[in-house]
């Protein structure tokens, strides 16, 4: 039986699945025993009935649901300004094929993620419709499983919007840094990520208001729980799927810079297209779903914290409140300081002839959460005098404000590794001139692990700090009270949610309007210069233009790496509270004895968090493994098929499509066997032990926090050390540039693969947790050996996809190589 099963799995995974999932939960579909309290005890409170500013918290809802209406609209203005902006002809087919390419590859990765739903919807079913204490209608089922598919579905749509956008500012800023002054080729990228960014939010939180308006109080929780799954489950699919298929192509296209001794991006390369495709998918498409998903699941950790931990309803009510017009305040305050900055950087670079491209986006990262942190205050000071015992408004808007300047204070710390003026990026390039690629990677290595210790030091100051103010919360007031106070920390994270999502996504702009001037071949088009000057007003300046955007290319690279740690902090941080609740949940709200559960003198706990760490270990070895397959078949395919001779100026669109479909082959066979095998393991912990699978939620949390700061940094400073020898030193083709090239391709699956997609897993594998426990809860009551039955069928399966991820990802030996190095000579 066990041969046909692995064959089953290994010709048709999807309907070996459904078989499997549905043998090993049909034991569920017994009595139900009841249990501690649970997902399904969550009731909202009727906000009709909370007054807050004289006015009823309904009310308070609709106005911050108009103000993200107006978010929306103001996220379509800057989207069509974008769009209206003049470019030429040439650049402008290079963007639109890039945007075929990529919608082509997100309406793949769409259908693959339905897929996954069924086994989450499944889960989801049988908890809400069957297994809770309170089991729901049919009708409300459907209402919580239609809230998952809208998760799903704003996840994929603001993806969708943010490639339109991007591939619309791509060919704008190449075309306008050709008018020779830095200031709208920094522009125009800054614009285009303000619309991702005040899109996202607003559509994100109006989905939420639509929740708490629409649904009755009672399975109100249980739609945002849903809701935060299917959003986890979309940004987590995209995530790693964005982050394998961007390296795969980046890699491919990289390496030829090597192979036959070309430019970057060098038109004739196939890999181009793919690797300026890769970098929406993985830098813009994963980015904004992960933003996506951040905000969902923080909400819920909060919301979940709100309604078990505290007592009165009456407070329950007003904090709620607060939270949701607070984001909505987040939004506003993103908003303004955009208009702040750029009044600011207009006057200082408008004529400029040169500027640091990095000081602006610093500038809006400060200036946001300085604005931010004083509407925080404002708005506390308005909302919250009665809460507690008066003193609450100034103590929650403090605990916030920690997060709010994580925000600010991270990126800072951040910039220390991996910007091209730093001093470790610095080393990196000194250590490869003598050294070459194996010091170039340890110097990288080095700047990964010292920016690990500095920023896990920075994350645990400021949460020390909320810390100490929640202790001095009224006593009574709420179970632990600490917890709360990091929940709000990672909320403040989210304070600049728009303008983190802006100077995000500025990278892929910056890299892609390289791409598109490269690819565009524009300055062998016959009398151009007279065409540009007739049709356009005036002269292009080649030069300038090409050195613009290579160190406009090197301050997005910057600010990539700047967003990766604030969302993964928000991970961990976040996470902290989400836990908290499952620890509520399981000891009937935090009865005596249970803390001695929560130590490693309880062996499962301990046993958990080991569990945890190895997960996070195969992670990364099996998303980089996709990557190395991957690009291994794209590298073998470009070196065959790659025509240099005179008479060609450009790839064909077909051998480009061929690079596209081997990335996109490979990041789909790597996305199924980690999710799968993610899924069926944290299966496997909950229903082993409940402590056992606390212990493994945390270790989730804090080895993925300093794996993924490790692997962000390291790639950012391996990435700028090559960008710092191009762009500054002007070393182009020497063997110093190709020593950073190497660690570059060293550096490329760390920070776009790996790391980024640590935080939608943490987060995914917490949620879903809330629902996994219950399940697990609910079986021990009847049956502690079952229990151990199904984790062991849970953990085999699971093992399947992590032995999958490797052995079925290998390089075969004896692939047919084509050297065509002399021939290209």
């Known amino acids: 039986m066990t041969k046909e099963v692995y064959a089953l799995l290994r010709s048709r995974p999807s309907a070996a699945l459904v078989a499997v999932l549905t043998a090993v939960l049909a034991p569920l579909f017994s009595a139900r025993p009841a249990f501690a309290a649970a997902v399904s005890d969550m009731h909202f409170p009727d906000f009709g009935q909370i007054t807050v500013l004289g006015v009823s918290g309904n009310a308070i809802m609709l106005v911050a649901a108009a103000i993200c209406l107006v978010g929306v609209a103001f996220g379509l203005i800057l989207f069509s300004q974008v769009r209206k902006m003049p470019v030429h002809k040439a650049m402008l087919e290079v963007s639109e094929l890039i945007y075929e390419t990529c919608k082509t590859y997100l309406l793949t990765q769409i259908r693959f993620i339905m897929l996954l739903a069924l086994f989450v919807g499944t889960v989801i079913a049988l908890y809400y419709g069957w297994l809770s204490p309170q089991p729901m209608s049919v009708i409300q089922v459907v209402v919580v499983l239609l809230f998952t598919l809208i998760g799903i579905a704003g996840s994929a749509s603001v993806a969708w919007f943010g490639i339109r956008v991007n591939t619309y500012a791509n060919s704008r800023a190449a075309f306008v840094s050709l008018r020779g002054k830095p200031y709208p080729t920094y522009a ?199 809460l507690g015992d008066g003193t609450m408004w100034w103590k929650l808007a403090a605990v916030i404000s920690c997060g709010t300047l994580a925000g600010a204070l991270i990126p800072e710390v951040v910039k220390v590794f991996t910007s091209t003026q730093s001093r470790h990026v610095q080393e990196v390039v000194k250590a490869s001139r003598e050294g070459g690629a194996p010091l170039n990677v340890i110097s990288g290595l080095v700047a990964g692990n010292f920016s690990g210790f500095w920023l896990g030091f920075v994350i645990m100051g400021l949460m020390a700090v909320a810390y100490g103010i929640s202790s001095t919360f009224p006593a009574g007031m709420m179970l632990a009270p600490a917890i709360f106070a990091f929940g709000l920390v990672a909320f403040g994270f989210l304070a600049m949610g728009p303008v983190t999502i802006a100077v995000d996504s500025y990278g892929p702009v910056t890299d892609n309007a390289q791409s598109v001037y490269e690819l565009s071949v524009i300055e062998t088009l016959p009398n151009i210069s007279e065409e540009i000057k007739r049709d356009f007003g005036f002269e292009p300046n080649w030069d300038k233009a090409k050195h613009f955007l290579e160190e406009n290319d090197g301050a997005g690279n910057t600010f990539k790496a700047t967003a990766k740690p604030v969302l993964i902090g928000t991970a961990v941080v976040g996470v902290t509270t989400l836990i908290f609740s499952i620890i509520v949940q399981l000891t009937e709200g935090l009865q005596a004895g249970f803390m001695q559960n929560l130590s490693i003198v309880h062996p499962p706990f301990l046993l958990g968090l080991l569990a945890g760490g190895a997960v996070i270990y195969w992670f990364s070895g099996a998303s980089m493994q996709a990557v190395s ?197």
């Open 629 to 825: 397959t991957g690009a291994y078949r794209a590298v073998e395919f470009i070196k065959r098929t790659m025509k240099l001779d005179a008479s060609v100026t450009k790839a064909s669109i077909e051998d480009s499509k061929k690079v596209v479909e081997i990335c996109t082959q490979y990041a789909q066979k790597g996305m199924l066997n980690i999710f799968m095998g993610l899924f069926f393991i944290t299966l496997a912990c909950a229903f082993v032990e409940s402590y056992f699978f606390i212990g493994y939620l945390v270790s989730l949390a804090v080895f993925g926090l300093f794996q993924a700061i490790f692997m962000a940094n390291a790639g950012g400073a391996w990435d700028n050390a090559k960008k710092l020898v191009e762009v500054d030193l002007k070393e182009k083709g020497t063997e110093l540039h190709k020593a950073t090239v190497v660690g570059d391709t060293v550096g490329d699956p760390f920070k776009d693969t790996s790391s980024v997609a640590i935080n939608p897993i943490i987060k995914f594998a917490s949620l879903f947790g809330l629902i996994a426990v219950q399940l697990a809860i609910y079986l021990s009551a009847s049956s502690q050996t079952l229990n151990y039955i199904l984790a062991g069928g849970f953990l085999l399966v699971g093992f399947v996809f992590v032995y999958r991820s490797f052995y079925g990802m290998r390089i075969e030996s004896g692939a047919p190589t084509a050297d065509r190095t002399k021939q290209a000579a």
């Open 188 to 386: 125009v990228p800054l614009k285009s990520g303000m619309a991702i960014g005040t899109m996202l939010i607003s559509v994100e939180l109006l989905l939420m208001f639509a929740i708490i308006l629409l649904v009755p109080g009672d399975y109100t929780a249980a739609c945002f729980i849903g809701y935060a799954i299917g959003a986890s489950l979309g940004a987590s699919a995209l995530r790693i799927a964005g982050g394998i298929f961007t390296k795969i192509a980046d890699i491919g296209a990289d390496l030829m810079k090597i192979v036959f001794d070309i430019k970057e991006d060098d038109a004739r390369n196939p890999g181009v297209i793919a690797d300026c495709a890769g970098d929406n998918a993985g830098d813009s498409v994963g980015p904004t779903a992960d933003a996506f998903e951040t905000y969902g699941v923080t909400a819920v950790a909060l919301i979940s914290f709100i309604l078990l931990a505290v007592g009165s309803a009456a407070d329950q009510g007003i904090m709620l409140v607060w939270v949701f017009t607070v984001a909505v305040m987040m939004l506003v305050s993103s908003a303004i300081s955009y208009f702040i900055n750029q009044a600011i950087a207009s006057a200082m670079y408008a004529k400029a002839d040169a500027m640091n491209f990095e000081q602006p986006l610093t500038n809006l990262v400060w200036i946001t959460s300085i604005v931010s942190i004083a509407l925080t205050f404002a708005l506390s000071y308005l909302m919250l005098p009665g």
